[in-house]
């Protein structure tokens, strides 16, 4: 081998320590990279999936010759989604779906305690505002409207503004607060299309109209 070559040798080993094993590195991390993103997009798939059998299955609990949930198989799904899929959309549906079955039982402080825990630490803002419209109904009827007024204060998504306003006008109708009950009725029609408008919410301002008369 002449000088020439084993100068191009030694060039391309000292090449090699500087540049050609970080290339190698780059690579297979590259490739980790990928094959991990995989296999979280897998484990995520079936982490939905399980949630999703999950929750069908609590709402299957309403199959009954009564049409009432059974109470045993609630607690127990509902459980499961709460220690495997905690946090998730899944798991505070259930919480959403466990808070009807405590109410319509008569168990409010339940339905309160499950509505709570959704609002402290909603997965989405659709999930925050139903558990924060619900919670304050679950309030009033335990007579404190003020603490479910508080609740519905500050600005709303354009989406829940109609809902929130007329649940306010609801409670403001519970505290005797016929006037702005009224306000709070009409900020609600305002949000609403005309057709959308003419329903229950029109026969509540009606109902205040003929109050006033």
Partial sequence: ??????????????????????????????????????????????????????????????????????????????????????????????SLFVAKVAVESGKLDDAAAELKSVLDKPADATLGEIARQRLARVLAAQNKVEDGLKLLEGDADKAF????????????????????????????KAALSDDAAIGGLQLKLDDLAKGDA
Avoid: C, I
């Fill in 161 to 188: 503004l109609a809902s929130r306003e007329e649940l306010k006008g609801d409670l403001l109708v519970q505290l005797g607060r016929a006037d702005d009950a009224h306000a709070a009725y009409e900020k609600a």
């Fill in 1 to 94: 081998m002449s000088s020439s070559d084993d100068e191009q040798l030694a060039a391309f080993k000292d090449w090699w320590q500087r540049n050609g094993k970080p290339l190698l590195t780059g690579g297979l991390l590259a490739l980790v990279v990928v094959l991990g993103w995989n296999t979280w997009q897998k484990y995520q798939g079936n982490q939905s999936q399980g949630a999703s059998n999950l929750y069908q299955a609590l709402l299957e609990t309403t199959l009954t010759p009564t049409g009432q949930p059974d109470m045993a198989k609630v607690a127990d799904l509902s459980g499961k989604l709460k220690n495997e899929f905690g946090g998730s959309a899944y798991a505070q549906y259930a």
